[in-house]
């Protein structure tokens, strides 16, 4: 039996994962996407791993997602003579093209394009945000800097550069053949690393050509700047806290998180929260109560997913560490002053029968006591529409596209299943009133409401609504 909740959970797969029957105790825990981080690991690795989803998907008759991260430009200096330095405040420090190893006055920035971006009292930051230097004068070969703050900086460091934005795509040669290879594989989403643009999203989309879904994750500071563009373009937003609260003030990404997840529900796209949720779980049983707290605060504001990063993909209690997300999400999902926000926050609706009728269904769920929204969709678009408004009752999504199904694990609220593909419009509240009853998501003498778009197989709006008591 799987976890019932409307947040889902996102589980990165890694070493601690090392068998078919761990992806399953994940997925009885309550994890409902997977997440092959291409930061790490070789092909072969992530196939394997592919393998073991798509044969526990099969066991248990549920879809499962797969979303790939890639790697992006991540920028490190090279290398020091002795491995290390110790840098001291006021200081200078050059960065440069040659390749000869590092001392205490100078190291190798191998990043032509870092350098060609930077200015003036523009600052970069070194080892997670450790090392502040500040630019004094730049040439087309070398940056000379002041140390801001000081410390040991040592061989293949990485390097944020907030204040500019690089000319480089957003995707590498790395990322390039990682994203073919993922592609073969069949995941559901892509995840783009440090996004700057609007336009690193449509030449993603470009490349990857309606073969996955696209998921934009926000951490640098031009890409908040940006937000509403770059979350029109891309399918989904991951909020990728470790990166962003080195490229902006630690103090400020509450707020900004706030803001993406807004901007996210309005559009109706599925918006993730990410970086150390229970990070003590990598070494405890249990969590920190800030790390609960934490997790509850992203519930509460009505985020798609919340996702587990080295908890579950190198950490000593993966499966604990899953089932204690659930056990959070179901108990903020318990309180009623969770509903009364969700009402509160829900996004405006357009001019639209889609939205029109996505409206309806939500004060539908709260006149009457509906046990399931039923939403027969071919693209996924309008189950999605729906989760937007964050109704009550739970959704359940019947497509006849497997990659579709896939796809819709990480909205909110959506129990997505594959179904045969109807013809004909009359059959279609009798079948979903019978995969109610099959997926046991209702009983028989519960209310349910049937929304679809006739004719149905063409891509046409939703534009039916029908109340029906199961038999």
């Known amino acids: 039996m799987t976890v019932v909740k409307n947040t889902k959970i996102l589980a990165t797969l890694g070493p601690s994962i090392n068998s078919r029957d761990k992806v399953k105790a994940l997925v009885e825990a309550g994890a ?6 291409f930061s790490h690991g070789e092909h072969a690795d992530h196939a394997q791993r592919y393998d073991w989803i798509r044969d526990v998907e099969r066991e248990i008759g549920k879809p499962l997602g797969v979303l790939m991260d890639l790697q992006g430009p991540k920028l490190r200096v090279g290398t020091f003579a002795g491995g290390r330095v110790q840098l001291a ?52 070969r070398s940056v000379d800097t002041t140390v801001v703050t000081g410390g040991e900086l040592s061989d293949r460091k990485g390097v944020n550069i907030p204040d500019a934005m690089l000319s480089s795509g957003v995707l590498t040669d790395k990322d390039l053949e990682d994203l073919r290879f993922g592609l073969r594989l069949g995941v559901d989403w892509v995840a783009l690393s440090f996004v700057q643009r609007p336009e690193d999203v449509e030449y993603a989309k470009r490349l990857i050509a309606g073969r996955a879904a696209i998921m934009a994750k926000i951490e640098k500071p031009s890409a908040v700047e940006l937000l509403e563009e770059i979350v029109t373009l891309a399918d989904g937003v991951m909020i990728a806290r470790g990166d962003l609260g080195v490229e902006i003030p630690a103090e400020k990404v509450p707020q900004t998180q706030k803001q993406i997840i807004h901007e996210c529900r309005r559009q109706g796209k599925p918006v993730v929260v990410a970086t150390q949720m229970l990070e003590s779980m990598r070494e405890a049983p249990t969590p920190t109560r800030a790390e609960v707290t934490d997790v509850a605060n992203a519930v509460y504001e009505g985020v798609d997913a919340v996702m587990l990063s080295a908890e ?68 996924g678009v309008t189950s999605l529409r729906a989760a937007r408004e964050r109704p009550q009752a739970p959704i359940l999504s019947l497509t006849p596209n497997l990659d579709t199904a896939r796809k819709l694990t990480l909205a909110w609220g959506i129990r997505s299943v594959q179904s045969r593909r109807f013809e004909h419009s009359e059959v279609i ?43």
Not at 115 to 127: Q, R, S, V
Request: aromatic share 4%; hydrophobic share 40%.
């Open 89 to 140: 405040e006021g200081a200078a420090f050059r960065l440069d093209d040659t390749s000869k190893p590092g001392d205490v006055q100078r190291v190798n920035l191998p990043h032509p394009e870092v350098i060609a971006a930077l200015e003036p009292g523009m600052d970069l930051l070194l080892d997670d945000g450790k090392i502040r230097l500040r630019v004094v004068r730049r040439n087309s």
């Open 312 to 379: 579950t993909a190198s950490g000593s209690y993966p499966v604990e560490t899953v089932s204690m997300m659930s056990k959070i999400i179901q108990q903020v999902e318990a309180d009623p002053r969770f509903w009364l926000g969700l009402d509160a926050s829900h996004a405006k609706a357009e001019a639209t029968v889609e939205d029109a009728i996505s409206c309806a269904i939500r004060r539908i769920s709260k006149i009457l006591p509906v046990a399931i929204l039923i939403n027969v969709t071919e693209t």
């Open 429 to 471: 509240a009798e079948e979903a009133m019978t995969a109610a009853l099959r997926e046991s998501v209702a009983s028989s003498g519960d209310t349910v409401v049937i929304t679809a778009g006739m004719p149905f197989g063409h891509q046409s709006t939703t534009n039916s609504l029908r109340i029906e008591t199961l038999p």
């Open 32 to 37: 409902n996407v997977f997440r092959l981080n």
